[in-house]
């Protein structure tokens, strides 16, 4: 029988060593920062009045992430994961265009309509057509050179949005923040990666609690984004069904949705992740929603991660410990956490009938 405590037997779904990927985060915001410590914008950048990231899934959760801690930042961001881009953008909009495979048509379309309207654009890609298009644009490029799946290589996309920012002065963050992040992140990864027994370790822990459920994760404030992460990453390396929700905004209607169906209970599994930076009321409303899907037998559990010391690390420990968490879910569920075919079809198809750009 498989065991997420015979690490020698994961190569058998994870064949394509998405672990590696994992493990890896910290050292790629480590490389990603030393790289865009040196990347130039030009100077009339910081002169935007608004800043429009652009990108999809994978690609987008990293400025969306970046944008929740934000919270100096005296320009108005907007994540944007569609073709048009909002009206508004013009000549005073910095335009941060995000995509991996840089073949990404929302993105791709989105740039070219910021182009012409004059955006002040950057662009974060491997390459792709999104490149060729900048040079034609003449817009600034950061270069990505990591052989991986968009969604494993957050570190280079999340560093990204986060140095751009920091350049224009709407993002505060120096040397030793980010190192003390990236350590308190390596000392985690000894605490939930595949060597640690199950009896030990907090990531198989919720993972074992997921399989066959439905899970439903539950952040506010800077961890709203890290609750779309877990669930971005539960259907893509575990193949399985996962929503997510936001406090706020669930007690305005979630707690409501706990009579039907009638096997409801059987079926979900609500994980709420909490923040010492939660805004009080939310951690009150925690409370509460809480004894409501007590009264429900809703099952739920709560998650902290008591060792961060700052919004930037919290942010990214609770990253981490959801992208390992989907990685032994995708083990228990016996399926490769690589794999996307489903993506893949539909990205084929629309090929199909391509766009000209
Ligand atoms: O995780 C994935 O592979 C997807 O969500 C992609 O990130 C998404 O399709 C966009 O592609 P790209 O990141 O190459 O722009």
């Known amino acids: 029988m498989f065991s997420l405590d015979s690490p020698e037997s994961y190569r058998l779904y994870d064949k394509s060593n998405m672990l590696s990927n994992i493990l890896d985060l910290p050292d790629q915001i480590a490389t990603a920062y030393d790289q865009l410590k040196k990347f130039p914008l030009p100077s009339t950048y910081i002169n935007a009045k608004n800043i429009v990231i652009l990108g999809m899934g994978g690609s987008a959760i990293g400025g969306a992430l970046v944008a929740s801690l934000a919270k100096e930042a005296r320009l108005p961001i907007f994540v944007h994961r569609d073709y048009e881009v909002p009206r508004f953008v013009s000549r005073e909009s910095l335009v941060i265009a995000?995509?991996?495979?840089?073949?990404?048509?929302?993105?791709?379309?989105?740039?070219?309509?910021?182009?012409?309207?004059?955006?002040?654009?950057?662009?974060?890609?491997?390459?792709?057509?999104?490149?060729?298009?900048?040079?034609?644009?003449?817009?600034?490029?950061?270069?990505?050179?990591?052989?991986?799946?968009?969604?494993?290589?957050?570190?280079y996309l999340f560093t990204s949005v986060l140095m751009f920012l920091e350049k224009i002065g709407q993002f505060d963050i120096d040397q030793d923040k980010i190192r003390e992040s990236l350590l308190l992140m390596k000392g985690f990864r000894n605490k939930i990666g595949p060597q640690v027994a199950s009896s030990e370790n907090l990531a198989k822990q919720i993972a074992k609690n997921l399989v066959n459920k439905i899970p439903v994760f539950i952040g506010s404030g800077i961890l709203s984004d890290v609750a779309r992460r877990w669930k971005t990453q539960t259907n893509e390396n575990a193949k399985q069904a996962a929503f997510f929700e936001t406090l706020p905004e669930a007690d305005h209607n979630f707690i409501v949705g706990q009579e039907n169906p009638k096997d409801l209970r059987n079926k979900i599994w609500v994980v709420f992740l909490t923040s010492r930076y939660d805004h009080p009321r939310n951690i009150l409303r925690h409370k509460i929603t809480v004894e409501i899907l007590q009264k429900a037998n809703t099952p739920y559990e709560t998650v902290m991660i008591p060792i961060a010391t700052s919004p930037l690390s919290e942010q990214l420990l609770s990253i981490y410990l959801g992208d390992?968490?989907?990685?032994?879910?995708?083990?228990?569920?016996?399926?490769?956490?690589t794999e996307i075919s489903n993506i893949n079809y539909l990205k084929d198809k629309l090929a199909e009938k391509p766009l000209e750009y």
């Not at 792709?128 to 600034?140: D, M, V």
């Not at 390992?324 to 956490?337: H, T």
């Open 98 to 155: 995000v995509s991996y495979s840089g073949n990404t048509e929302e993105t791709l379309t989105g740039f070219i309509q910021a182009a012409e309207k004059g955006a002040k654009i950057v662009v974060a890609t491997c390459g792709g057509k999104i490149g060729s298009i900048a040079t034609r644009y003449k817009a600034p490029v950061y270069k990505i050179n990591y052989g991986a799946q968009p969604r494993a290589a957050l570190g």
């Open 324 to 337: 390992f968490v989907s990685f032994y879910l995708a083990l228990l569920n016996k399926v490769d956490p």
